[in-house]
T-cell receptor
Framework: DAGVIQSPRHEVTEMGQEVTLRCKPISGHDYLFWYRQTMMRGLELLIYFNNNVPIDDSGMPEDRFSAKMPNASFSTLKIQPSEPRDSAVYFC????????????FGPGTRLTVL | AQSVTQLDSQVPVFEEAPVELRCNYSSSVSVYLFWYVQYPNQGLQLLLKYLSGSTLVESINGFEAEFNKSQTSFHLRKPSVHISDTAEYFCAVSEDSSYKLIFGSGTRLLVRP
């Protein structure tokens, strides 16, 4: 398996623009997590899904952030409008039934908002 | 509420020396405990985990961690480190009925020749 795939790997945009981050989970994994990593705040859980349904979005910072999982093989995290303080590395991680206590992380998307 | 404390933000050590990375947690219920490692420009990878049973758990690359319930700790140790162990190490906790992980702030292990 190719592992968790995230795109793009790097994104540079200007303040006010819409940003869409994408994640393809490992096939068969039915939990999907979105994290944000910054120097100041460390690794924060933003939202997670089970069987494409959002379970806990209490970590989503504000209404500018939204996440969807339209099917079992794809999820997006959207920021609209983006702000410089959104600059961070965003990780997607997934969990499957066979190894249900282990989260498998993607390589991350480094977002820079100018 | 659960929380994880990693007191050391950076630990410099010479190659082949022993190392201990400290982790303390707080939780009012039974927990699962994890150590994840992050190499530069990569995502996190599971290093080892404690779910139940023996309180001493080991990884395939020589790390070990011991769950100490009375001290609410899960310190990570390695008797002899390599240059390739240079990375950031994250301790994490989850309640035994949840997939949700709470991470510590991370400890950067810097192994010098």
């Amino acid at each position: 398996d190719a592992g968790v795939i995230q795109s793009p790997r790097h994104e540079v945009t200007e303040m006010g623009q819409e940003v869409t981050l994408r994640c393809k989970p490992i096939s068969g994994h039915d939990y999907l997590f979105w994290y944000r990593q910054t120097m100041m705040r460390g690794l924060e859980l933003l939202i997670y899904f089970n069987n494409n349904v959002p379970i806990d979005d209490s970590g989503m910072p504000e209404d500018r952030f939204s996440a969807k999982m339209p099917n079992a093989s794809f999820s997006t995290l959207k920021i609209q409008p983006s702000e410089p303080r959104d600059s961070a590395v965003y990780f997607c991680a997934t969990v499957g039934d066979r190894d249900s206590d282990t989260q498998y992380f993607g390589p991350g998307t480094r977002l820079t908002v100018l | 509420a659960q929380s994880v404390t990693q007191l050391d933000s950076q630990v410099p050590v010479f190659e082949e020396a022993p190392v201990e990375l400290r982790c303390n947690y707080s939780s009012s219920v039974s927990v699962y405990l994890f150590w994840y490692v992050q190499y530069p420009n990569q995502g996190l990878q599971l290093l080892l985990k404690y779910l139940s049973g023996s309180t001493l758990v080991e990884s395939i690359n020589g790390f070990e961690a011991e769950f100490n319930k009375s001290q609410t700790s899960f310190h990570l140790r390695k008797p002899s480190v390599h240059i390739s162990d240079t990375a950031e190490y994250f301790c994490a906790v989850s309640e035994d009925s949840s997939y949700k992980l709470i991470f510590g702030s991370g400890t950067r292990l810097l192994v010098r020749p």
